[in-house]
């Protein structure tokens, strides 16, 4: 998801800026598989994807958006008022899975770095729990509210394939997939 606050940059020379894939492309369709090995690659990985995702800037960016089908997103949804010092909260979420949600919704107006400067009001539970390893493998459950309650749903999400155009009517998501269609001829033709 993008955001549209100035973010101070957590950022290091070692780290790699990774393509963003934007929608559509059928590797944001794919279902994503299980991380099955925690070393320093994935370590890097995760390192890559948070300074890709506060370059963006955004506050969630999943590993199919840089081309990578593992099931694993980073998200870090603080952000900075007028005259304080924000203090970032970089999180790496590593096979996460829902194990409660609310009954009561909330709508966010979502937007996805995937698809700049796109954004519709989407309709999800208000807070939800998700259980998920982090990357020297340990598990944590966390319960996530506001922003980040629909943060992790959306990242979730682009673990299996699913954008959040998805959820909207076929008239709605064809009219927003030939605006990017449109973004990325312009984009190819400089
Ligand atoms: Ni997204």
């Not at 800026?17 to 279902?31: F, G, N, Q, S, Y």
Request: net charge negative.
């Amino acid at each position: 998801m993008p955001l549209r606050v100035f973010l101070l940059c957590f950022t290091s020379s070692a780290m790699k800026t990774l393509p963003i894939l934007l929608h559509p492309d059928p590797r944001l369709k794919k279902m994503c598989d299980p991380v099955t090995v925690f070393d320093t690659a994935l370590q890097t990985f995760a390192d890559d994807m948070l300074h890709t995702m506060y370059e963006a800037p955004g506050v969630g960016l999943a590993a199919p958006q840089v081309g990578v089908t593992k099931r694993i997103f980073v998200m870090d949804c603080t952000t900075k008022d007028e005259d304080q010092i924000r203090e970032h909260k970089p999180m790496v979420l590593i096979n996460p899975e829902i194990t409660w949600s609310a009954d009561e919704t909330s709508v966010y107006n979502e937007g996805c770095l995937s698809l700049p400067d796109l954004y519709e009001d989407i309709e999800r539970p208000a807070s939800v729990k998700m259980r998920y390893r982090d990357v020297s493998g340990e598990t944590h459950e966390e319960t996530f509210e506001d922003l980040w309650s629909t943060c992790a749903q959306h990242e979730l999400d682009h673990l299996d394939g699913i954008l959040f155009i998805d959820y909207l009517t076929r008239m709605k998501r064809n009219m927003m997939t030939r605006k990017m269609e449109k973004y990325k001829k312009d984009l190819a033709r400089g």
